[in-house]
């Protein structure tokens, strides 16, 4: 999907709040993962015996308690509020993205043209990035006399010119890569493919982004990462603004000038958001100076481990390419036949975006939190420990995600009504987006699951089993979104694939949760007396919340009169309140140990 931010325990509370016990997580914490969530991490390697003289990640084992755990929480703390901003700021920049160019073929034209260069970066060269870039620099810095810096300048510098190159070479093929992903002719293939000429060079800025971040992640700094996609989005948001400002109307389409406004303002926001790293690198210690002696270097190494992660990306674009290309020609065919809403490719990737926040919030923060002491784990042969964690997070995550996903499904017309009617977009745009929303719901529940768990894989060091695992879900995704468009009318086609993409995620979580329980092996220890198993909680999680949501929807429902933002926060409101009053005797103590960490922590 499109990236609209340009970017993705033991017993207590979530990472960031108070409460999280248990072994300290070393600073040598990957980042997020971007648009893809394809970011492994390597098993932590032993530091060399002689200390290095360049900043580097400080093993957990000698760093203070208090210190530690304090270092972690303002971590996570950062992490979280720059996620829940940039997520913020990321809806009002699609709302006003929306109001000027609506739901219809120009905003599916502007969404393909936007969406592609994440599609081929992640495609080329992105998720060999994320597999490796932070373990290579940590393992460097511990075992080159230098700290790593020869070695962390030649990977940004062979990065860099593959980049460039792949960069130029898809602005060159631009009529070719729309073509690929749309059956747009005469305007509609004109305006996209100029507008993806303007875009493309996103690839480059993308990478940068990518590169520049890993490298403050291997040096324990987290929040230049994950708040500079927030600048990204109030760029965009002013040329969107000034867009409407000056602006036509016009029903001949865009004008050449407003195709290059929209287009290169775009990419400029990719651009700002690459650059405001710099300070943080330089408060960091870091000078990046380009180096071409790579024989010998040992670049070979990472290239080598990222292959099995470019393949799984590969699959995952394949799918995605189906339902781009399906979903485009059923917003064609919507038109044609004189649906109201525009049910195509835009009204899909905006029910898709608000539909994954909620993993990117909890779930990419917990995780990246925890994929240190995983990987040292399973760097100790402890594989009891790897699968405690494992079912810490998974158990930790879903007691914000499984109320989310029922929220999502429960208050979709009210959700997507606060975030996107305006302008252009109206009731019958909004009933179509919600209706993809709740199909997507249900799948958020095991795409966070399936997050976790692809994770526990990487701590293993094994990229090879969760390709191979993925295919499940990106078969499955493809096939059935293909018998959606060849089944159902032209109004419920794409929301046929949403729902195809949920199914397709619930059987490849089951199929990956299978396959790294016999990995790890049996269970051991205790809870309270009891196992604490991450199925059970999950179970009890939704007795919880589905009754919740019934009543959240009867209450947004009462107060609909109102508006959309009423009645979404009277729907919030009595969700929450169900879930919380239902949290003490279903025992869902991931919730209970969360309210009594902040109720110790009010009191003082």
């Not at 009002?92 to 219809?104: C, D, E, F, I, Q």
Request: aromatic share 8%; charged share 10%.
């Amino acid at each position: 999907m499109g990236d609209p931010d340009g970017r993705i325990r033991q017993h207590g509370a979530l990472q960031g709040l108070p409460g999280l016990p248990g072994p300290p997580v070393s600073q040598s914490t990957t980042g997020p993962t971007g648009t893809t969530g394809t970011a492994p991490a390597a098993s932590a390697p032993q530091p060399a015996p002689q200390p290095a003289p360049a900043p580097q990640p400080a093993p957990a084992a000698t760093a203070p308690g208090g210190a530690r755990g304090s270092s972690v929480l303002r971590s996570g703390a950062l992490m979280a509020a720059g996620s829940v901003v940039s997520r913020a700021t990321g809806f009002v920049r699609s709302a006003v993205v929306v109001a000027a160019l609506g739901t219809g073929l120009l905003g599916d034209g502007y969404a393909v043209a936007n969406t592609v260069p994440n599609i081929l970066y992640m495609l080329l060269i992105g998720g060999a990035l994320n597999a490796v870039f932070v373990p290579e620099l940590v393992r460097a810095a511990r075992e080159h006399a230098d700290g790593g810096r020869a070695y962390t300048d030649r990977l940004l510098t062979a990065c860099t010119a593959a980049l460039v190159v792949l960069t130029g070479l898809a602005v060159l093929a631009a009529p070719l890569i729309v073509g690929a992903y749309t059956d747009y002719d005469g305007a509609q293939a004109a305006t996209t493919t100029a507008l993806a000429r303007y875009c493309l060079p996103q690839i480059l800025f993308y990478g940068l982004f990518t590169l520049l971040g890993q490298v403050l992640n291997a040096r324990g700094r987290f929040g230049a990462m994950m708040w500079t996609p927030v600048l990204n989005n109030i760029v965009v948001i002013a040329v969107f603004g000034l867009f409407l400002y000056v602006s036509h109307d016009s029903p001949d389409g865009l004008t050449a000038a407003e195709t290059s406004l929209l287009g290169w303002g775009t990419t400029a926001g990719i651009l700002v958001q690459a650059a405001a790293l710099v300070p943080s690198l330089r408060a960091a210690g870091f000078r990046w100076r380009p180096r071409f002696d790579w024989r010998g270097s040992g670049l070979a190494r990472p290239l080598r481990n990222a292959g099995w992660l470019v393949l799984l990306v590969l699959t995952n674009q394949i799918a995605y390419w189906v339902v781009t290309r399906l979903s485009t020609t059923a917003g064609q065919d919507a038109v044609l036949a004189g649906v109201a809403g525009g049910a195509g490719y835009t009204a899909y990737s905006n029910a898709y975006q608000l539909w994954i926040v909620p993993q990117g919030i909890i779930t990419v923060s917990l995780v990246t939190a925890l994929m240190p002491r995983m990987s040292a784990a399973a760097a100790d042969g402890d594989l009891g420990a790897v699968r405690r964690d494992v079912s810490y997070a998974l158990r930790s995550s879903a007691a914000l995600v499984v109320p989310a996903a029922c929220l999502l499904a429960a208050l979709a017309p009210w959700v997507m009504g606060s975030v996107f009617e305006y302008g252009r977009t109206g009731p019958d745009d909004v009933l179509v987006m919600a209706g993809m929303l709740t199909a997507f719901a249900p799948g958020l529940i095991a795409f966070s699951a399936q997050y976790v768990l692809s994770r526990g894989f990487y701590a293993l060091s094994d990229t090879r089993t969760p390709f191979f695992l993925n295919l499940v879900i990106a078969g499955l995704n493809a096939a059935l979104s293909a018998a959606a468009y060849l089944l159902l009318p032209a109004r419920w086609a794409v929301t046929g694939m949403a729902a195809a993409y949920a199914l397709a995620l619930v059987a490849g979580c089951a199929v990956t949760a299978y396959a790294l329980a016999r990995r790890l092996g049996p269970r051991s220890g205790t809870r309270t007396g009891r196992r604490a198993t991450a199925l059970g909680t999950h179970l009890r999680l939704l007795a919880a919340s589905v009754p919740a949501a019934l009543a959240g929807r009867a209450a947004a429902q009462a107060c609909a009169g109102l508006g959309d933002l009423v009645a979404l926060a009277a729907g919030t409101a009595t969700l929450l309140l169900v879930v919380l009053l239902s949290a003490r005797p279903l025992r869902l103590t991931e919730i209970t140990d969360l309210l009594d960490s902040l109720r110790r922590r009010t009191g003082r």
